[in-house]
């Protein structure tokens, strides 16, 4: 069985939407292309490697459109690994409508979206899914996922369609890495699945341990 990859860019308020350009994701949102001011060579050094291996792609309807209408035309420029990668490996997508799959190698996902995806799995080694927000809650919400890359960047935006808007249930997670941060003070955080749903405790309780004083409560 193959790995469910999420790949994914947020702010510090976990805002995710449109982090590429302004005309990514124009209606309503007036912060579209974030992240760009933020770039610098180290995230973009752990985003090429995080890339290594894939060999299938999951993404939500309008992600695939702005990738279908990208990479084709990138082969050979300074984005050529990442292009010939995209362009090579089969790309999976997840929509109700009738997308344009004119991009070789696609093909739509079928109704049952988590049997869909666990075919998938099973067909593949290293599946990423890359931004497609709709697409992202829908696994978290199933657990359809066994790592989360995520690049927090250091801005609060206040507004946007955030990671987990309604798509989280109680979930573990694991670090798999030390977290890593660049010049612009952007955070890498590489999270496995991990079995089990969050505990709960009592800083108060007699066995909390020594010097570690109860926690303010939220209605202080």
Not at 106 to 112: R, W
């Amino acid at each position: 069985m193959g790995l469910i990859h999420i790949e994914m860019f947020a702010t510090l308020d976990l805002v995710g939407q449109a982090p590429g350009g302004p005309d990514e994701d124009p209606v309503g949102f007036p912060f579209g292309g974030w992240q760009a001011p933020l770039l610098d060579e180290v995230a973009g050094a752990q985003v090429a490697a995080a890339y290594e291996g894939t060999d299938a792609l999951l993404l939500g309807r309008r992600t695939y459109d702005i990738f279908a209408a990208f990479w084709p035309h990138y082969e050979g420029s300074e984005d050529s690994e990442i292009a010939t990668l995209f362009n090579g490996v089969p790309k999976y997508v997840a929509s109700r409508g009738k997308p344009d799959l004119s991009w070789a190698g696609s093909a739509q996902l079928g109704p049952d979206l988590a049997a869909a995806v666990r075919e998938i799995r099973d067909r593949h080694e290293n599946v990423k899914v890359v931004g497609s927000l709709n697409l992202v809650q829908t696994l978290l919400r199933e657990k359809l996922f066994d790592r989360i890359d995520l690049w927090l960047h250091p801005i609060v935006l206040g507004v946007g369609k955030k990671l987990f808007d309604g798509g989280a249930v109680p979930t573990n997670v694991t670090l798999l890495a030390p977290p890593a941060a660049g010049p612009k003070g952007t955070v890498y955080l590489r999270y496995g699945l991990a079995d089990g749903i969050p505990a709960t405790g009592d800083m108060s309780a007699p066995d909390r341990g020594a010097g570690v004083a109860p926690a303010a409560t939220s209605e202080a």
